[in-house]
């Protein structure tokens, strides 16, 4: 299975703030590279895939980059109902692992 | 409108079964990718099992030959039929439509399976 490192597992910041998400995986998997919210009492949410690309609806603050084995998730600019859980998934090969998580406190 | 509404869940001993359903709306299942992701309390996602379009299924190890994932296409609903039910298979479990790749993901409000005696 693929192996995927997320860092930091929480992190607090202030509205406005710059807030970067990183992620590692085992094995060379891009483009196939996603990034989810997760709010407390709701479903995922797609937030990245393809490593970069936004499904509609999502804010433009968010933005993934990377390539091969190492992933960005950026929030420009962090707002209130940022609030979450983000994880990092890959699709390249089942099992569509996920990282272990990043909670994010505002 | 898309819309998935789950139900089935509930508390069942060790050993025991539940069948959780997916009802669609907004659109047709056998038209779609559909799956079932759960989440462990305090714990992160886990991909469960998918039925793709082209009618073959997958199940990741830790249920594969326990769980079955299956569709009625007279409904318009996808099933998870879990056999041999472990405590470890506590979880909020959700349906989704879309393949992982995306671009586009839709999820049902989810539906707790506590195992425990």
Redesign the interface.
């Known amino acids: 299975d693929i192996r995927m490192t997320q860092s930091p597992s929480s992190l607090s910041a202030s509205v406005g703030d710059r807030v970067t998400i990183t992620c590692r995986t085992s094995h060379s998997i891009d483009p196939?590279f996603?990034w989810?919210q997760?709010k407390l009492g709701e479903?995922?949410?797609?937030l990245i895939?393809?490593v970069s690309?936004l499904?509609?609806g999502v804010p433009s603050r968010f933005s993934g980059s990377g390539s091969e084995t190492d992933f960005t998730l950026t929030i420009s600019s962090l707002q209130p109902e940022d609030s979450a859980t983000y994880?990092c998934?890959q699709?390249y090969s089942?099992?569509?692992?996920?990282?272990?998580?990043t909670k994010v406190e505002i | 409108e898309v819309l998935l509404v789950q139900s089935g869940g509930g508390l069942v001993q060790p050993g025991g079964s539940l069948r959780l359903s997916c009802a669609a709306s907004g659109f047709t299942v056998s038209n779609n990718h559909m799956s079932w992701?759960r989440?462990a309390p305090g714990k992160?996602?886990?991909?469960v099992s998918i039925f793709f379009i082209d009618g073959n299924t997958?199940a990741?190890?830790s249920v594969r030959g326990r769980f079955t994932i299956s569709r009625d296409t007279s409904k318009n609903t996808l099933y998870l039929q879990m056999n041999n039910l472990r405590p470890e298979d506590t979880a909020v479990y959700?349906c989704a439509r879309g393949h992982?790749?995306?671009?586009?993901?839709d999820?049902?409000?989810?539906t707790l399976v506590n195992v425990s005696s």
Do not use: C
């Open positions: 196939y996603n989810y997760k479903a995922p949410k797609l895939y393809g690309s499904p509609s994880y998934q699709t089942t099992p569509w692992t996920f990282g272990q998580g | 992701v989440q992160g996602l886990e991909w997958y990741t190890d959700y992982p790749r995306g671009p586009r993901v999820w049902g409000q989810g």
